[in-house]
């Protein structure tokens, strides 16, 4: 497992990176690449859907060599996003990689339409969808890889367990975990070492509050999707905007920069089509907050 105290000096001195795993220094803002994707209905809340590549994908292609030029250094994606069409896209973008970036993917969840997204954690089709992942993202090791959801179907250490086995077979370096509870993080640790976990988190939804400690406590990475959704405390002359005023930020680069203060090992992945929109996020890692102006937000968010 990761040392907390290694972790903890690295954050300390410097803030803007965090381990993963021990061993995989990032910088703390990445860039989840879900949203490159087409599909009908709405394409960019928690309920998308991820079915297509994207028609423009030229622009898709050069938005993530953008977000890699501006000191992204992880890209997080998913078999199930458009069927494996967004592992392509990105390595069409990318391949052959730099050394300093990672690359995140997730296996365990099935497309059988565009509304659908059905956990499936056997084994064996873990360890198939893995293969598949690594074809199309054209490595021999997958940096990091999670299981996109716990099956109930199958016991978390056969799950775990496949995971595990490619672990040792070299195909994958870190295993991840998303959308658990602390006490499912618990029980996956009893067979492999957890380095992340990818929960929904931001400051208009905060139920995994104690995930996000149990996290810190143990040096896993804690990377929020869909981290810069904040709530009508966002409006105009709401408190965010008016720390954001003080700062000289924008309410987005405020939330995350909100998320960065919260637990050293917090890593969000905003994701966004627009160049603009990208360089406001990465931005928000010179966004610092002091604790007085972080408890300000917190008192005025909590739910």
């Known amino acids: 497992m990761t040392n907390t105290t290694d972790t903890t000096r690295l954050t300390a001195e410097n803030p803007t990176t965090v381990l993963i795993g021990g061993d995989l220094p990032v910088r703390r803002i990445g860039y ?33 060599r953008t977000a890699v030029e501006q000191g992204v250094q992880l890209i997080d994606t998913a078999d199930a996003y458009a069927l494996g069409a967004n592992e392509e896209l990105i390595a069409d973008a990318l391949y052959p990689y730099r050394d300093d970036l990672v690359i995140a993917t997730k296996v365990g969840v099935v497309r059988p339409s565009p509304a659908e997204w059905v956990p499936l954690g056997h084994p064996a089709y873990l360890r198939q969808q893995t293969e598949l992942s690594l074809r199309r993202l054209r490595t021999d090791r997958i940096d990091l890889l999670y299981l996109h959801r716990l099956d109930p179907a199958y016991p978390v250490a056969e799950q775990l367990g496949a995971l595990k086995q490619l672990q040792e077979e ?24 957890v380095a992340s976990v990818q929960n929904l988190y931001n400051l208009a939804t905060r139920d995994h509050e104690d995930v996000v400690t149990y996290t810190a406590g143990q040096g896993i990475a804690f990377v929020p999707f869909f981290p810069v959704a904040m709530g009508a405390h966002a409006a105009p002359g709401g408190p965010l905007d008016t720390i954001a005023q003080e700062l000289g930020a924008t309410a987005a680069q405020t939330a995350l920069a909100w998320l960065l203060h919260r637990s050293p090992t917090v890593l969000p992945i905003p994701g966004t089509t627009s160049a603009a929109h990208l360089a406001e996020n990465v931005g928000a890692l010179e966004v610092a907050l002091d604790d007085e102006q972080f408890a300000r937000i917190e008192a005025a968010t909590q739910v």
């Not at 599909?39 to 998308?48: I, M, S, W, Y």
């Not at 070299?170 to 070492?193: C, F, M």
Request: proline fraction near 9%; hydrophobic fraction near 40%.
């Open 32 to 64: 989840g690449a879900m949203r490159l994707a087409d599909a009908p209905g709405d394409p960019t809340g928690p309920e998308a859907r991820i079915w297509t590549a994207p028609a423009g994908r030229d622009a898709a292609i050069t938005l993530l």
């Open 170 to 193: 070299g195909k994958v370096r870190h295993i991840g975990l998303s959308e658990v509870t602390v006490e499912q993080i618990r029980e996956a640790q009893e067979t492999a070492p």
